[in-house]
């Protein structure tokens, strides 16, 4: 079973997506970056990746 934390220790959702979406927006520039893909590779794969 979970612990759970106090109240001043939790962050909301929207906290959350937005240091993940920073997390991935940062990976992205660094691999592009390093020339080991594109921007449009990433869109590739997240359109064949969504459900039809």
Do not use: W
């Not at 920073?22 to 921007?39: D, F, Q, R, S």
């Amino acid at each position: 079973m979970a612990t759970q934390l106090p109240k001043d220790d939790s962050v909301t959702v929207h906290e959350l997506l937005v240091a993940q979406s920073y997390e991935i927006t940062a990976l992205i520039n660094v691999l592009e970056k390093n020339g080991i893909l594109t921007k449009k590779e990433i869109v590739d794969e997240i359109r064949r990746m969504k459900p039809q």
